[in-house]
């Protein structure tokens, strides 16, 4: 996602400001908590160079400088990596914060449209993954194809594994730990369109396999045995473990219908959900193809780190519980 550079000059009446204090003062509608957030992710610099810290004080003539992000539909065609091709489909990497089909607010930074301009080609999606969850994506090169791929993730002979960052606050999760989820889903909640996924009659069915915990955190490997909207997250959530940056289904529908309306909610990190499909398999023509996409830094970056104040704010994070 495309961002840019924003400089200020600290004049003599603001020295000695707090540097959280003078973001706040300098860009409109962000608050101390948030500049806290952005100063501590490291989109913050200051010239002379000193280690930026939320108090730090400024200095007349300092330079302030810090990275933003702009609108969320600038394309990531840079992002995208070619895992695989044939003369049937294509297997992208793709990134996360970009949406694979277009809709109200996304046009240009989706996977159809990178086909498009980049490509030269017309796309055909086969199966999906949420704007924010990264990984492995076949797209079709012709109608047929995708239709005769789709029932392949059908008829469930597709094998999909995902990694997942989760808040394992109750100790649910430890190494070597397995759990079959065998939830039934259906939509629910308030949101229109419908959207937010809780129990339900549709039959629903993942594996977790626990890799490793640090504090609060638990890295898990999914394997999805069928193919439900949000299902790994919703099924995380139900058990007590959701995962870590879901606006959904750890922040709720509240938070997450003000923040797709642009309201001025708190800034969390990480700022996605810690969701990505790692690997993809299927038969095709006689032949086995198997496709891999390395965990993003980000994740192994949060995993590691102790953010969990930051993370889940008392006013906004809650847990679905059996």
């Excluded at 996924?197 to 045995?225: K, N, Q, R, Y």
Aim: proline content about 6%; glycine content about 6%.
């Amino acid at each position: 996602m495309e961002k840019r550079i924003r400089q200020f000059i600290v004049a003599p009446n603001e020295d000695g400001m707090r540097l959280d204090e003078f973001l706040a003062l300098k860009i409109g509608r962000m608050s101390r908590s948030k500049a806290n957030l952005c100063i501590k992710a490291g989109a913050v610099t200051v010239e002379p160079f000193r280690t930026p810290k939320p108090s730090m004080r400024i200095r007349t003539d300092d330079v302030v400088s810090i990275a933003q992000t702009l609108s969320q539909d600038v394309p990531m065609y840079d992002d995208v990596r070619i895992l695989g091709e044939t003369d049937d489909f294509w297997v992208f990497d793709k990134p996360a914060g970009m949406a694979v089909h277009p809709t109200a607010s996304l046009f240009h930074n989706t996977v159809t449209q990178f086909v498009a301009t980049v490509l030269k080609k017309n796309a055909y999606v086969v199966h999906r993954l949420d704007k924010e969850t990264s990984g492995v994506l076949i797209v079709a090169k012709t109608p047929e194809v995708s239709t005769r791929l789709g029932a392949h993730f059908l008829d469930r002979s597709v094998r999909k594994r995902y990694q997942a960052v989760c808040y394992n606050a109750r100790g649910a999760y430890f190494p070597g730990r397995t759990l079959d989820i065998d939830i039934p889903l259906g939509f629910s909640g308030f949101l229109l369109p419908r959207i937010t996924m809780g129990p339900g009659t549709l039959d629903a069915h993942t594996s977790v396999t626990c890799i490793g915990i640090h504090g609060e955190f638990a890295l898990l490997d999914v394997e999805l045995h069928s193919g439900r909207q949000h299902q790994i997250r919703v099924h995380l959530a139900l058990t007590g473990t959701p995962i870590l940056g879901d606006k959904l289904y750890l922040y709720g529908e509240s938070f997450y219908k003000a923040w797709c309306d642009g309201e001025n909610v708190p800034q969390f990190t990480p700022p996605r959900h810690l969701l990505h499909a790692a690997h993809l398999s299927f038969d095709w023509e006689g032949r086995t193809y198997m496709y891999d996409s390395p965990v993003p830094d980000l994740m192994s970056a949060v995993y590691r780190s102790e953010l969990t104040e930051t993370m889940f704010p008392t006013e906004y994070a809650r847990l679905f519980r059996t």
